[in-house]
């Protein structure tokens, strides 16, 4: 009995102490999440200059480099922000964000990357440390099974980075950072000439290894939970939601497996029967490798303008968008 008490004892002495070296380092600025930060940022700072209704893209870096904002802010007369960044920090951070940039009556249009409507609970570094680096509000909306695996899987060198290697200093250079976001929010230098053999390089990697989304996908989710959430929040402020395709780099294997082209055939109807709105053709919005700049979801610019007419195109088709 006296060693299972001592056993207990020391334990959760341990997970105290652990706890307190998460939380005070909380808040520390550190480089791995710093340029997306900054991205927010400077996304917030573009909406303070919009007073009138406009068009808000939320999803991760597949928008960033894979849509043209002025083409659709040109085609709807409406200001459009490009509220993209990056899928790595997962569902819940990036509708925390898009919640700072949405206005009554705007209209939100979603074409996540497929692997979020699977979204399980489980973050990854890069959530983990933007919420505890940046926005360590978010940790307390998120369901207790996340705060566990975040606070049970923080890695020491992650809270060395905390204490001793923070950062602030807005990143000047490389591809990711507010040096290449323009007016809209839109990634720039994405060009095919700017395309460097390194690049290129990783675009081939993810050729050879095909995305299992379809395997991947389940409809009792914990995305699904979020995205719920988010979309009531929407129509209590009049704003409208339309969800998109993602753009994906083609391979055969989604169309030939039955299992991946199932779930491209039917992400539109499972949207649906929840009484969202969802526009496009899933494989109208993959193109081939030469494409894409540096990932299987990021586009070049010429693709970029590409997908962008598709998007207009299946915007003005749908019926149910009247006040497009």
Known sequence: MRFFLWFSFSLLLSCSLWCALVYFQTGKATKMSQWIFEVYRQKESLVKKTYTRKTVLVAGSNALFGIDSRMLAKAFEMPVLNDGVNAGIELPCILHEAKKVIREGD?????????????????????????????????????????????????????????????????????YGVQHINAYGDQTHTSRKERTAAFYKEVLGYA???????????????????????????????????????????????????????????????????????????????????????????????????????MIKDLRDCKCLNNI
């Open 208 to 310: 050879k290894h095909p995305q299992k989304y379809g395997a991947a996908f389940d409809t009792q989710a914990l995305g699904w939970k979020y995205l719920t959430q988010f979309v009531q929040w929407c129509r209590q402020k009049k704003v409208t939601v339309v969800f998109m395709p993602s753009t994906l780099m083609y391979n055969s294997t989604y169309r030939q497996n039955p299992q991946e082209r199932w779930f491209y055939e039917h992400i539109a109807s499972e949207i649906r029967k929840r009484g969202w709105t969802f526009v496009g053709n899933p494989y109208d919005y993959m193109y081939p490798q030469e494409m894409y700049f540096n990932t299987n979801f990021h586009l070049i610019d010429a693709a970029r303008k590409k997908r962008t007419l598709q």
């Open 107 to 175: 209209i939100v249009i979603m074409p996540l990357e497929y692997p979020m409507y699977s979204y399980d609970g489980t973050p990854g570094m890069q959530m983990i440390d933007y919420i505890l680096s940046r926005e360590p509000e978010c940790f307390l909306q998120l369901t207790l099974k996340e705060q566990f695996y975040i606070l049970w899987h923080v890695r020491f060198q992650r809270l060395w980075d905390g204490y001793f290697h923070s950062d602030s200093q807005m990143p000047t250079t490389g591809l």
